[in-house]
């Protein structure tokens, strides 16, 4: 019996069958495993008359089975089974005695239970007894067997599955470079079955071409170790050549030694020629591979440039974690450096796309979050965020738990440039450090008193335009060959009775918010066009007035009856108002975009797409509306001529334009090397301080009244300026 004892698998379970059934004189054998319910058996393996049945699953109910299942205990009935249990079972119906042996697993547990039965009385019961008990561990040992193969293999299906479900290419090789496993993705770019991959190296795989740079990636990482990221060039299985992102890591086997590498295949085609046309800074954190102070500080103002056309705010976030230099000491450096790396990821899985994460510099991160419309908004975020920083990491198979502190600033409430809002947002920060860490802090925080406030401006911009406290300024725009006016800018300001003249940031986005910029956007449009043609009428060139329309006014219905409504009352041409959308408002619905700027369009309204290069989106719709004219934000042009990528980028777009019978108007012009670097880029027409600032319709009439000259110099608010 020592010999069987040593056996395996179905052999094992055979020849235990044997002996019970030649030796014994019994004609069952039943090995099952106990449900969930502990009601039930279901059989692992079944003998009658020493033939291998079909498994089943059976009820315990009345049966010899159920007592030893309660009690955990041997069943013997060595005759009359009939008589003890007379509904006793659904496969033995004819068997005279029973000897049952329950099955406990490696933790003690009882697992199922072990039986045979004849169809006569038993002739040595205390033999088939002992036989029962000498094989039971055995026994039980193979069912221990059997449910870790289940569970490895159900594991292995499941993990195959989400291989599968992973949207790009993965990939495992062993030590010697040969396919040992791959995803349905891989699959489909190598354009071979699994079992036609698995097996093979790369140069059973790839065209000769790219199978040595391959090998040659693999074989440094084997040497060096850890994981290694690089892009290449790929042929797919159709035969397109594409730039696809290796990610690769050497994973190594239970005994520490190499096992192989698993990699992953990452399309970057599109963001490799994007990157052509496109400016793009690469100043990241080497550990973490977030943006630096650098690119963050870059992206603030670039964020900046965008928010003020079209009065919208963002927040800054600064965030420090608390006490982080004990966990330094207690894992060591290495380890507190893979805490950020994973502190890194979850702050990035937390937040949006369009969000912006930076690490400053030890354990010192900065967020930056668009469209923040009101402080509650970035509180209720801050808080989840706080939230999500807390939840444990895992080092070294010990849970380590980290929490946070967080300043906030808002722009433009908190500051209008990228130093000031950084400073503010630490200077908050520091705020919750002093409260005692692990919370957040928003600068200047008298939140009851910033609320009233903001109640009381929205209080009395209502009253604003009843009260006539908003005037329009205008900004000349110059025909950049001749450097004569061609055109104003309308640009709203509000005379606050106590607070002086304030310029739209300060009130635009609770016009916005509370939809009082509808009434405020008509008397805009309506004021605009009436002095247009007062100065008209008062011997001013026809110039072409620019009018900013809100989104909220793009999306309303009766936009195009309004504004022919007001051309008709107002008595100005409509080839002399210039309507200046967003490429963010025309992005929201194209369509709608089209169709509207069709209508208006037809009946001679200049159409401009107003801060273009900021909005993100695809040049495809300049091809399908009815523009103009572009004008380039003024963040393109500030940096001129110290930022080739600036210059790159305003000349692609000119030229660009011109191809598509589109002008090109420069804001920003602020220096006359920016002057002379546009004029020679072909650019149509300048707007900026370099020629004049905004003005009010008054001042605008005394500057044309004493223009007398034909002077191609810059426009100064003190001398002849405007040329007819």
């Not at 919750?432 to 600068?443: D, I, P, S, V, Y």
Request: glycine share 6%; aromatic share 8%; proline share 4%.
């Amino acid at each position: 019996m020592m010999a069987v004892a040593a056996g395996s698998g179905d052999n094992f379970i055979r020849t235990l069958d044997e002996i019970f059934s030649n030796d014994l004189d019994m004609d069952f054998l039943v090995i099952g495993r106990l449900d969930n319910d502990g009601g039930h058996i279901r059989s692992t393996s079944l003998f009658i008359d020493h033939q291998p049945r079909e498994n089943l699953t059976y009820s315990v109910e009345g049966t010899p089975c159920e007592r030893m299942i309660k009690v955990g205990k041997p069943s013997i009935v060595p005759s009359s089974l009939k008589k003890h249990f007379p509904s006793h079972g659904v496969f033995y119906q004819d068997a005279e005695c029973y000897f049952g042996m329950p099955l406990f697993n490696s933790t003690g547990q009882l697992e199922g239970l072990m039986a045979v039965l004849g169809r006569r009385k038993a002739k040595n019961p205390e033999v088939i007894q002992a036989v029962l008990k000498f094989f039971a561990a055995r026994v039980a040992a193979e069912m221990d067997r059997r449910i870790l193969k289940e569970k490895l293999l159900a594991q292995r299906r499941r993990s195959q599955a989400i291989l599968d479900a992973v949207p790009f290419p993965i990939f495992f090789k062993n030590e010697k470079g040969v396919y040992t496993g791959c995803n349905t993705n891989f699959e489909r770019f190598i354009g071979l079955d699994r079992n036609k991959i698995i097996g093979q190296t790369v140069y059973g795989v790839s065209p000769e071409e790219f199978a040595a740079v391959y090998h040659e990636a693999d074989q440094a990482l084997f040497r060096q170790g850890g994981s290694q990221s690089y892009e290449t060039a790929v042929r797919y299985a159709d035969g397109t050549n594409r730039e696809v992102l290796f990610q690769k890591a050497v994973f190594k086997n239970p005994d520490g030694v190499t096992g192989g590498i698993v990699g992953t295949m990452i399309d970057i085609t599109a963001r490799k020629e994007a990157e052509k046309v496109a400016r793009y800074l690469s100043h990241f954190d080497p550990l973490t591979n977030l943006p630096n102070q650098v690119l963050f500080t870059d992206r603030i103002n670039m964020k900046i440039a965008a928010s003020h056309r079209v009065n919208k705010s963002f927040a800054l976030f600064c965030l420090d974690l608390d006490h982080f230099k004990k966990i330094n000491n207690a894992f060591g450096h290495p380890r507190g450096d893979q805490i950020l790396q994973m502190f890194a990821k979850r702050l990035t899985a937390f937040l949006h796309e369009n969000d912006t994460i930076s690490r400053m510099g030890g354990d010192s991160f900065n967020l930056l979050i668009p469209d923040i419309d009101q402080e509650s908004t970035a509180a209720q975020l801050a808080k989840r965020l706080l939230e999500v920083v807390s939840l444990p990491f895992t080092v070294d198979e010990q849970e380590v738990v980290i929490n946070a502190s967080l300043g906030i600033s808002i722009y433009p409430h908190d500051g209008a440039d990228a130093r000031t809002l950084l400073k503010n947002a630490d200077t908050a920060l520091q705020q919750a450090k002093e409260k005692g860490r692990n919370t957040l802090q928003f600068f200047a925080s008298e939140m009851n008193t910033r609320a009233e406030e903001r109640m009381l401006t929205e209080g009395q911009l209502r009253k604003a335009l009843a009260k006539n406290e908003f005037v329009l300024h205008y900004q000349p725009q110059v025909d950049a060959a001749t450097l004569k006016v061609i055109g104003i800018e309308a640009l709203v300001r509000w005379q606050h009775p106590t607070r002086g003249l304030l310029f739209p940031a300060n009130f635009i986005s609770l016009a916005e918010e509370t939809g009082l910029i509808i009434p405020l956007g008509e008397w805009v449009l309506r004021t605009a066009c009436l002095q247009g043609r007062k100065l008209q009428d008062e011997g001013a060139p026809a110039w072409r007035i620019g009018v900013n329309l809100s989104p909220r006014q793009f999306q309303k219905p009766e936009l195009y009856d309004s504004i022919r409504h007001i051309l008709s009352e107002t008595g100005l041409k409509p080839k002399h108002l210039s309507l200046e959308i967003t490429e963010s408002v025309i992005m929201k619905d194209v369509d709608h975009a089209i169709q509207t700027l069709a209508r208006l369009k037809k009946i001679g309204v200049h159409i401009s797409v107003d801060d273009f290069g900021t909005g993100y989106s695809s040049l495809s719709y300049l091809k399908h509306l009815p523009i103009d004219m572009l004008k380039i934000d003024r963040s393109f042009v500030m940096e001129i001529p110290d930022s080739p990528d600036d210059m790159a980028i305003v000349t692609a777009v000119i030229s660009m334009a011109h191809n598509l019978n589109i002008k090109v108007l420069a804001e920003g012009v602020q220096r006359d090397d920016q002057k002379t670097f546009l004029q020679a880029s072909r650019c149509d027409e300048l707007q900026g301080y370099f020629f004049s600032p905004p003005m009010d319709a008054e001042a605008l009439r005394q500057m044309n009244e004493g223009a007398g000259c034909d002077e191609a110099a810059p426009i100064e608010i003190t001398q002849c300026a405007f040329a007819r």
